[in-house]
C-alpha cells in the first residue's frame, strides 16, 4: 500500500498570504492519479485538483497542484477566510486508493 | 442536479452489523462507480471499498476483506455498505462518493452517515 505523508500538520496564515501543501508518496505516484480535497468542519470533502494539477469544477483559479513521482504541492496563491479548511492527498495505485493524514489551514 | 443522500444515524453494540444506505439521483446511476469513505471523530479520511453499480462488483481495502458488504439496487439507485463485528473502532462519519470510471478521484459526494458503537 502506497502511503501519502502530508505536511506540515498545521499551517497559520494571514490573508492575502500565499500556502504551500506537500505530499509525499511512500513510492512514486502516476500523476494521473493524485487528487486534493478540501474540509471545511461537518461537511463531506470538496474535490479541488485531479491528475495532479486539473482543477476541479467551479474551483477558483488561486489553487492549482503541482508535482510528480513521489512528490506533489497544493498551492493556494492568496489565502482568503473562506480556505481555512482541512486539506487531504488522495492516490490511487494498485487497486486501492489511499489518503494522507491531512493539513490543516489556519487564517489568523 | 447529482444528490447523494444517506440513511440517518445508528447506534450499534459491539458486535453488531449495520448497513447504512445512500440513494444517487440527477445523474445516470450505472455508469459511475461508488466508494465509501469513513472519517472517525477528529481523524482523517480512510477507504474503504468501491462498488461498480453497472455488474456489482466490488474492490475492497485490504483492511476490511472479510467484514465489509457493498451492494447496490439499480431499481432505486441505491448503494449499501454493510460492516459486521463492530468494534468501537468503526465509529465514525460514513461517507458514500462518487466516481467517473478510471477518473480515479471522487466528484460528488454524499453529507455521511453517522455510525457510532457502544455498549
Known amino acids: 500500500e502506497i502511503v501519502l505523508t502530508q505536511s506540515p500538520g498545521t499551517l497559520s496564515l494571514s490573508p492575502g498570504e500565499r500556502a504551500t501543501l506537500s505530499c509525499r508518496a511512500s513510492?512514486?505516484?502516476?500523476?494521473?492519479?493524485l487528487a486534493w480535497y478540501q474540509q471545511t468542519p461537518g461537511l463531506a470533502p470538496r474535490l479541488l485538483i485531479y491528475?495532479?494539477?486539473s482543477r476541479a469544477t467551479g474551483i477558483p483559479d488561486r489553487f492549482s497542484g503541482s508535482g510528480s513521482g513521489t512528490d506533489f504541492i497544493l498551492t493556494i496563491s492568496r489565502l482568503e477566510p473562506e480556505d481555512s479548511a482541512v486539506y487531504y492527498c488522495q492516490q490511487y495505485g494498485s487497486s486501492q486508493y489511499t489518503f494522507g493524514q491531512g493539513t490543516k489551514v489556519e487564517i489568523k | 442536479q447529482v444528490q447523494l443522500v444517506h440513511s440517518g444515524a445508528e447506534v450499534k453494540k459491539p458486535g453488531a452489523s449495520v448497513k447504512v444506505s445512500c440513494k444517487a439521483s440527477g445523474y445516470s446511476f450505472i455508469n459511475y462507480h461508488m466508494h465509501w469513505v469513513r472519517q472517525a471523530p477528529g481523524q482523517g479520511l480512510e477507504w474503504m471499498g468501491m462498488i461498480n453499480p453497472r455488474d456489482g462488483n466490488t474492490n475492497y481495502a485490504q483492511k476490511f476483506r472479510g467484514r465489509v458488504t457493498m451492494t447496490r439496487d439499480t431499481s432505486t439507485g441505491t448503494v449499501y455498505m454493510e460492516l459486521n463485528s463492530l468494534t468501537s473502532e468503526d465509529t465514525a462519519v460514513y461517507f458514500c462518493?462518487?466516481?467517473?470510471?478510471?477518473?480515479?478521484?471522487?466528484?460528488?459526494w454524499g453529507q455521511g452517515t453517522l455510525v457510532t458503537v457502544s455498549s
Open positions: 462518493a462518487r466516481e467517473k470510471p478510471a477518473a480515479l478521484n471522487f466528484d460528488y
Open positions: 513510492q512514486s505516484v502516476s500523476s494521473s492519479n
Open positions: 491528475a495532479a494539477s
